[in-house]
């Protein structure tokens, strides 16, 4: 299974941005597909996850500000920020957990809030 991700990018406090990853290879139509962030000095949390049936979760910090979306068709995941902060700077990497819990990982982009 292999991730990509694109969108990462410099904005600045207030403004958006979109990430996006698409999942290749061995794809079980059960899956979760998330996004999560490491920020420097800090342990990597997650942000939000979706699964196949669309029920999503998120981290507090970003619940009203973000929200994640997949086609599962295309099998691909967005992460919509917006309202961003300066503490939502951090690599953000690509989630994608298959039906026998086999976890696999994009290589990470970098989100940099600031003015």
């Known amino acids: 299974v292999q991730l990509q991700a694109s969108g990462g990018g410099l904005v600045q406090p207030g403004g958006s941005l979109r990430l996006s990853c698409a999942v290749s290879g061995s794809i079980f139509s059960i899956n979760t597909m998330g996004w999560y962030r490491q920020a420097p000095g800090k342990q990597r949390e997650l942000v939000a996850t979706i699964t196949a049936g669309f029920i999503t979760n998120y981290v507090d910090s970003v619940k009203g500000r973000f929200i994640i979306s997949r086609d599962n068709a295309k099998n691909t995941v967005d992460l919509q920020m917006n309202s961003l902060k300066p503490e939502d700077t951090a690599v953000y990497y690509c989630?994608?957990?298959?039906?026998?819990?086999?976890?696999?990982w994009g290589k990470g982009t970098l989100v940099t809030v600031s003015s």
């Open positions: 989630h994608y957990r298959n039906v026998y819990a086999m976890d696999f």
